[in-house]
């Protein structure tokens, strides 16, 4: 059966790797847009007023979806972890936000990149994994470039770079759960629950700091929960067309569009250490996504 989605976009006229490197760049413009957005709310909103309205648009956006399956599409083995991933998430987003309020955004997307480092540090405390060389040589790497964009002593100290490590850790653990439940769940299954989770875990701290949105705002907001979404979906369609070591390169994308979003929307200087930073995070995170895969390579060969 043909994905209509992919069908309405034209996008199976091109053979796998094609196809992943399409949604991989669709998924950097969506997730630099919604940031954007949410930097942009900022000046007027508080991150928790946000962050809830992003959580339930993007169960709006999702609502289809639970509407055709029903209840039993609903029924699930994995409850906890669900909840946790959730709540995981809930705090991943909190992070980002407070980052884009306090650094440029292009430092943000660049520490970004760090997630599959994160997610190496991940697999070997929460699945046991072991802790090869190749695993070590991308952490070590992505820490240089991390300081390259920190830069420690040599510039003033900001919290908003905290934030965007804290997102990233979240993020580890996120990529860790979706490992462990797509063995029983399916993905939709899986965001539907994180979307509801998270707009559970918003609604008291959007109470505490509640503010009625403006008409303007509230288009904003649902433009920044459908981005949100659609971010995830470009994302899982990229995953389903090509391996993780064909679309990753694509996605240093993802810094090109930050930078520009940040120069012509938000007037934030280009940084030449952000540049280079960025640059050796990901080279990074590609090293050991190509050690991974070749590891599990040859773990099925052996079989």
Not at 73 to 97: D, E, H, Q, S, W
Not at 183 to 206: C, H, K, Q
């Amino acid at each position: 059966m043909r994905d209509p989605v992919r069908a309405k976009f034209g996008v199976t006229r091109f053979s796998p790797p094609v196809q992943g490197a399409i949604w991989t760049i669709l998924a950097s413009l969506c997730v630099v847009a919604f940031t954007s957005i949410g930097k942009y709310l900022m000046a007027e909103m508080s991150v928790p007023i946000i962050t809830f309205f992003r959580c339930v648009f993007g169960v709006l956006f999702i609502l289809p979806w639970i509407v055709s399956v029903g209840l039993a599409g609903l029924a699930t083995k994995r409850p906890v972890l669900m909840i946790a991933r959730g709540f995981n998430t809930l705090v991943g987003l909190y992070c980002v936000f407070g980052a884009v309020a306090l650094i440029p955004l292009a430092d943000v997307i660049a520490i970004q990149y760090s997630k599959p480092i994160f997610a190496s540090i991940a697999a070997v405390l929460i699945l046991r994994e072991v802790m090869y060389g190749a695993r070590w040589n991308a952490i070590l790497i992505g820490f240089i470039g991390m300081l390259l964009i920190i830069r420690p002593g040599f510039t003033d100290w900001n919290v908003g770079v905290l934030y965007a490590l804290g997102a990233m850790a979240a993020g580890a653990f996120t990529t860790i759960s979706v490992k462990l439940m797509t063995r029983t769940e399916p993905p939709d299954r899986i965001v539907a629950y994180t979307l509801m989770v998270m707009t559970v875990g918003s609604l008291i701290p959007a109470i505490i700091y509640w503010q009625t949105p403006t008409f303007v705002q509230i288009l904003w907001l649902i433009l920044l929960g459908g981005l949100a979404t659609a971010f995830q979906r470009c994302v899982a369609r990229a995953l389903a067309a090509a391996d993780a070591t064909i679309i990753l390169p694509f996605d240093f994308m993802r810094l090109l569009i930050a930078v520009a979003f940040g120069f012509f929307i938000f007037g934030e200087a280009l940084d030449g250490w952000t540049w280079a930073g960025g640059t050796v995070i990901f080279i990074a995170s590609i090293y050991v996504v190509r050690a991974e895969s070749g590891r599990n390579a040859e773990a099925r060969s052996t079989v």
